[in-house]
């Protein structure tokens, strides 16, 4: 599989004379103006080419054009009561993954001739619409109780969404807006869930989804596609596909009546085509750059469909219906990739053979209740195929594209072989009634449930505790978060390496001045990761004026800056000596 992105040249090539223009328009109007900026900060972000001989000319065309204009102006204004100026070019350097051969160069841009010194007819500033109210954290959704088991530290990844295609695992409810049997929207589901609430979740309180949400910041739980109730914002911010009974074979969803995986992919094209519609394709392609793209399916495809009925075992052995599994997924993955989508979680299949139903119908062990090796023996074959086939793609198919595996097996593999380390006391029943064949309706609000589910690692027959997911969470989030790390080196490393150049070297300082501490004032002008709250203030989705947004910021504030704290500027603005943080 080879995909390859023909838009990059022509980003870069647009990117450049976006830069120069601006860059133009900003110092001359420095000079115009006789402003007494000493520094000038660029920030700037420059896509490297593959080969050595690519990234020495894309940075050399950037820095000769920087230094062009520069020198233009410059010679334009020579007579000028401008003070000297310094301008400090800080390069953000993404580096493509794809070790496949690199594209031809782009195109050598002539140079165009110094601008004119008349200074451009001044335009009158947009006047803003009147800002909506923000909205209340309260009204949003009620302050979530503590899980049983501690919340991990939250973290700024610099994702801004979660979207989720999958089954039951990651189901938060779309089965309630389906004609199926597969529900779970009633007591005891749910119990320990915010304000008790059985939200269709086949389980006691929260997902992985939800930990995995809550713990980048992005919201405290993800909430079903199918809900009509879910505004905009929400949309934006990430929701789940899956339904519970699904797989990546379209007859185990048509067994149930529920959605596949692949027509959850056209679910997520039909919102695509929503965020365009209403933010713009600019947006829409942003927010699918900056999103993570998780699938969670598998185990309906072997226990519902290929050992419950005959029509795939007739025309595939187990072999070939792996592999057409694991085709049907890089399929989805390949068109999440086509919309925009570059970060994957995929998980695996959990231990089969494992699961408390399964013990139970099996003659062998229905007393014994002992794992079911052959059915395991399949889970490993498959998940060492899928990763294999992750690796695939990963080094020669998605350009630009992070994909994370999340082994499932091993984890609750050893739940179950050492309960005492994680604190269980019984990991081959579940919670729900006798806990040997109960789900969905079986598990209703006149079945008993067991005095302390934190002590069980099942919920009901199928499906693990909020404990278990919280503790399957924290065992797999390390690798998870390799993907999260590089990001946000990379976003704040202009800002990183501009504070280690001042801190180390120190800058040239103009005659009017004798230390960086006479710096009278700070202005920045960016995007997102310098904000420091004006979308607060202009009629856009794109806010973050709510918690979970500056939990860590003074006060707990949530100012409208897109990460848990300060921002980079507002470190600048502290080393200069002016303020504790910027104001919008």
């Known amino acids: ?160 969404a979660l979207f989720v295609l999958g089954d039951s695992t990651v189901d938060p409810g779309n089965n309630n807006y389906l004609r199926t049997l597969a529900r779970s929207n009633f007591q005891p589901y749910g119990i320990d869930f915010i304000d008790q609430v059985p939200t269709g979740r086949f389980c006691n309180g929260k997902l992985f989804t939800d930990f995995l949400a809550s713990h980048w910041g992005i919201k405290e739980t993800i909430p079903p596609y199918l809900d009509p109730t879910l505004s905009m914002e929400e949309l934006l ?152 086939a992750l690796r695939t793609i990963k080094q020669s198919g998605f350009s630009g594209a992070k994909l994370a595996y999340a082994d499932t097996y091993y984890p609750l593999l050893d739940m179950m072989q050492n309960p005492d380390k994680y604190g269980f006391e019984e990991v081959k029943r579940g919670c729900c009634g006798t806990g040997l064949i109960e789900m969905g309706y079986s598990c209703n609000p006149y079945t008993p449930i067991c005095p302390d589910r934190s002590s069980y690692l099942f919920w009901d027959a199928i499906h693990p505790t909020q404990k278990t997911y919280n503790i399957l969470f924290n065992t797999v989030i390390p690798d998870i978060m390799k993907m999260g790390r590089l990001r946000t080196i990379l976003k704040h490393l202009p800002f990183l390496l501009l504070l280690l150049l001042l801190m180390i070297h120190g800058l040239p300082l103009s005659e009017s001045q004798q230390n960086l501490y006479n710096v009278s004032a700070f202005l920045v002008l960016g995007d997102s990761s310098a904000d420091t709250g004006n979308n607060n203030f202009i009629p856009t989705p794109f806010r973050s004026n709510w918690p979970p947004y500056g939990r860590d910021f003074m006060g707990g504030v949530p100012s409208g800056r897109f990460t848990n704290g300060k921002v980079g500027a507002d470190y600048l603005s502290l080393f200069f000596d002016l303020i504790p943080h910027l104001f919008v």
């Open 1 to 160: 599989m080879k995909i390859r992105d023909t838009a990059v040249d022509d980003r870069r090539r647009r990117k450049c004379r976006q830069l120069r223009t601006f860059l133009h328009e900003l110092l001359l109007f420095c000079f115009h103006e006789e402003c007494y900026a000493d520094y000038i900060f660029y920030a700037g972000s420059i896509i490297v080419g593959r080969s050595s001989e690519e990234r020495r000319l894309n940075h050399g065309m950037a820095s000769a054009e920087l230094t062009r204009i520069l020198g233009c102006i410059l010679h334009r204004h020579a007579a000028s009561s401008c003070h000297l100026l310094h301008i400090i070019f800080i390069f953000q350097l993404h580096f493509p993954l794809s070790h496949s051969a690199p594209p031809p160069p782009p195109p050598s841009m002539p140079p165009s001739p110094c601008p004119s010194s008349s200074p451009p007819p001044p335009s009158p500033p947009p006047q803003p619409s009147p800002p909506p109210p923000a909205p209340s954290p309260a009204a949003s959704r009620p302050p979530p109780p503590p899980p049983p088991p501690p919340p991990p530290p939250r973290t700024n990844a610099s994702f801004s």
């Open 237 to 388: 911010t990430g929701v789940s596909f899956a339904c519970a009974g699904t797989g990546y074979d379209p007859l185990t969803a048509a067994i149930v009546n529920v959605i596949s995986v692949p027509q959850q992919l056209q679910l997520m094209r039909q919102l695509f085509g929503r965020v365009e519609t209403t933010v713009g394709p600019a947006m829409a392609a942003d927010v699918m750059q900056n999103a993570v793209f998780l699938v969670s399916a598998g185990t309906n495809d072997f226990l519902v469909n290929y050992y419950n009925l005959p029509v795939r075992r007739f025309a595939f052995t187990v072999d070939q219906y792996q592999n057409f599994l694991i085709d049907q997924l890089l399929g989805i993955l390949e068109g999440l990739y086509r919309l925009g989508a570059r970060r994957f979680i995929v998980a695996g299949i959990s231990p089969l053979g494992c699961l408390p139903v399964e013990m139970t119908i099996d003659p062998a062990d229905a007393f014994v209740r002992n794992c079911i090796e052959s059915l395991n023996a399949v889970a490993t074959s498959y998940n060492l195929k899928l990763e294999n």
